[in-house]
């Protein structure tokens, strides 16, 4: 494939990333999205947002995180050398802050008191309720009814920050159905409510604003090596749902020809099984939530259920940028299964003292494969994007261990 | 503008015009509960009263929608519907019917994965009139609308409370047949809209438009769609008649000797409703 002499130019103006992308919303939506890009283009250009938003990033999210070498890690695994940047080190504890930081304050610039969100594992749910607690604004959280039950340490978070959650019982009553729930209440609420996407999703101008949001941890990232190792890392490794870890670890190294990049799809109980949750790898392009990208589907274009044992990558779809970057070659996108993401939980455990977030162990799963085919002066990083608290129940009853044993 | 022959749905409000009367537009979904009962249900529509058909496509995903029409796509796909049968349903319904519009209304992923020509060319020749598609704003008219303007297809753009006047003549610009006005800011079949605030907003796009005007999402009486018919061409009435289906069902979701003639009473009563309004 002949590359290109830039990836990082998308999107295009009517937000298309090559087929996908764009803005496939109701009419009544329509004059909002507008309005939207529209306020975050006069943001983007106003350094006074880009100042305010510095201080919070660093005095109340705690950045930037440390990018640290995991030393046993690699040690055990006999190639590369590893690294972790500790996204899970954030305030609420996941890169999802970044992201509602940048977009509670553009709601400020837009006067909108209301704010609503959807969420899958919970933590762009916590994030944004933690953000709405800290400037007062009213927050609604759409989450899916299945999710509400394996995630209820997030539920009672978000409920402490005075955020309301509402458990969403239609369809397969997980991430995609919270979102069609937040759209639904959009498009009912279109004059006080600011909708805050979790990931870089939906219509645009989402994917863009959230990948810029999320592209501190490239830049950071970047920055740190060069301090740490005096050069670029060679590879880049990081799960993928809808995909804001990835594409904030990856954008700001798209265009260095000399880094492989690798994204982790959920492969749930396997790709040959239809329960899983790799859009790519299982699904091909089509229509959902706003934009163009590979979905999870049957032949007629219904949407099928996404499986996960982490309900942050429970999703039938994919960023439309992860989409692209698949078929321009640039992105390598790799699939872990339910049973894999467990074994690597553990193992960063073990070896680290670091309990990583399911989604992340997807990632850190991926890494125990690749790393010791490279060799050990090769520098390789995996975006640890979320902690694993939330999940130590559900982990605790798959393994079977009572926590009280 | 459009540029392609006249379809039933102009002829149809040029003859409503001559009445002297607003129309009823009806929708359901196709398939719901079941292929059998909900093509006994499309051909009983116009006997009863209905001026214009909007058959809904099922979609797993329809963020538009309230949860009577969401019920019913579910019902339908449950039952096997798919966007090939519901074609096949309209050609069914055309071999009796060849002066009643039908309007497929849904969103856009079923027609695209099944190939936008293709679907064109099968709708077309099914004797489909027009395309709804809720989730293809102007913004994205290269994909299905021009397309089925250049195949002889109506396509029907929605017009909202936030659709403003810098804004209408782009959502005008390529609509052809009629518009179907979005009376609230919300999904379908949720809050009342407000008579005269309809009948303002009609009036606000007629000013931009010689296009009929057709109101929808919210009514559910007769008494609504006679005040709200009032102020339009047309009244667009869906989620209270799904919602007869659902409730004619039995304890195992299928149809019983109620169903078809519930939607039948309810759609006879507002057509007596609407036609009492006289121009």
């Known amino acids: 494939m002949t590359a290109l ?124 309720a933690t953000m709405c607690a800290r400037f007062g604004l009213k927050c609604v ?21 005075g955020a309301e959650v509402v458990p969403v019982q239609s369809g397969s009553r997980t991430l995609k159905d919270a979102m069609n729930e937040a759209l639904r209440d959009w498009v009912t609420n279109v004059h006080d409510t600011f909708y805050c996407i979790g ?29 740490m190792e005096g050069r670029l890392p060679d590879s880049l ?8 870890n990835a594409m904030g670890l990856f954008h700001p190294f798209l265009d260095d020809s000399t880094v492989e990049i690798y994204g982790v799809e959920a492969a749930g109980r396997g790709l040959d099984t239809h329960e899983h949750a790799a859009s790519i790898a299982g699904g091909r392009p089509g229509v959902l939530h706003g934009n163009r990208t590979y979905l999870l589907m049957d032949d007629d274009g219904q949407i099928t259920e996404a499986h996960s044992i982490s309900a942050g990558l ?56 690749l790393a010791p085919k490279r060799p050990k002066d090769h520098l390789m990083v995996v975006n640890l994007s979320g902690r694993g608290d939330k999940d130590v129940p559900q982990v605790a009853e798959i393994l079977g261990t009572s926590l009280g044993a | 503008m459009t540029t392609h022959a006249p379809t039933r749905i102009s002829t149809r409000f040029a003859a409503l015009k001559e009445e002297g009367r607003p129309g009823l537009v009806t929708f359901v979904t196709a398939g719901d509960p079941d292929g059998e009962t909900s093509l006994a249900i499309l051909k009983a529509l116009p006997g009863a009263g209905a001026d214009v058909i909007e058959l809904g496509v099922p979609f797993t995903d329809p963020m538009a929608d309230g949860p009577a029409i ?38 856009f992923n079923p027609i695209y ?3 936008v020509e293709r679907f064109l060319a099968d709708a077309k020749a099914a004797g489909v009139d027009g395309l709804i598609v809720v989730d293809l704003p102007p913004e994205e008219d290269d994909e299905l609308c021009l397309p089925a303007l250049a195949a002889g297809l109506d396509f029907i753009r929605l017009a909202t409370p936030t659709t403003d006047d810098k804004r209408l003549p782009a959502v005008l610009a390529h609509t052809a047949g009629f518009v179907y006005y979005v009376s609230i800011t919300g999904i379908t079949g949720a809050a009342t809209p407000d008579a005269d605030l309809v009948a303002a907003a009609v009036a606000r796009i007629k000013a931009h438009t010689e296009l009929p005007v057709a109101v929808g999402f919210g009514v559910r009486t007769p008494e609504q769609a006679k005040a709200i018919a009032a102020g339009a061409d047309a009244v667009v009435v869906g989620s209270a008649l799904v919602e007869v289906v659902r409730r004619t069902l039995d304890q195992n979701g299928n149809a019983t000797a109620n169903t078809l003639p519930g939607v039948e009473a309810l759609v006879s009563e507002l057509a007596e409703a609407v036609r009492t309004i006289k121009r």
């Open chain 1, 5 to 128: 002499n830039s990836y990082r130019t998308g999107p295009d103006f009517r937000g298309h990333f090559g087929i996908h992308g764009g803005r496939f919303v109701a009419e009544t939506l329509m004059p909002l999205i507008l309005e939207l890009e529209q306020a975050y283009e006069a943001a983007k250009a106003d350094p006074a947002y880009h100042a305010e938003m510095a201080g919070y990033l660093t005095h109340y999210v705690g950045r930037p995180s440390p990018l640290y070498f995991a030393e046993r890690l690699t040690d055990h695994l006999g190639g590369a050398k590893i690294y972790l940047k500790r996204e899970e080190l954030n305030h609420t504890g996941s890169h999802k802050v970044n992201n509602v930081l940048g977009q509670i304050l553009l709601a400020r610039r837009m006067g909108k008191g209301r704010v609503i969100a959807e969420t899958g594992a919970g933590q762009h749910g916590v994030a944004t």
């Open chain 1, 141 to 161: 959280v759409y989450m899916g009814a299945v999710d509400v039950e394996r995630q209820a340490p997030n539920v009672f978070r978000m409920k402490m920050l």
């Open chain 1, 199 to 227: 990931t870089v999703a939906g219509p645009h101008p989402y994917p863009a604003m959230v990948r810029d949001f999320q592209s501190i941890i490239g830049r950071e990232t970047r920055e740190q090596m060069q301090e």
């Open chain 1, 237 to 244: 490794v990081a799960c993928v749902g809808g995909g804001s």
């Open chain 1, 314 to 369: 429970d999703y039938p779809g994919i960023g439309p940028e992860h989409s692209w970057l698949n078929d321009v070659g640039r992105v390598t996108y790799l699939s872990c299964t339910d049973r894999e993401a467990l074994d690597a939980f553990q193992l960063l455990t073990r070896l680290e003292g670091i309990i990583p977030a399911l989604e992340s162990a997807h990632a850190i799963a991926k890494v125990v494969e």
């Open chain 2, 70 to 107: 969401q019920a019913a796509g579910l019902r339908a796909l449950k039952g096997g519907q798919t966007l090939a049968k519901t074609i096949a349903m309209v050609s069914t319904f055309r071999e009796e019917d060849t002066a009643t519009p039908v309007v497929l209304m849904g969103y």
């Open chain 2, 113 to 115: 994965i099944y190939g």
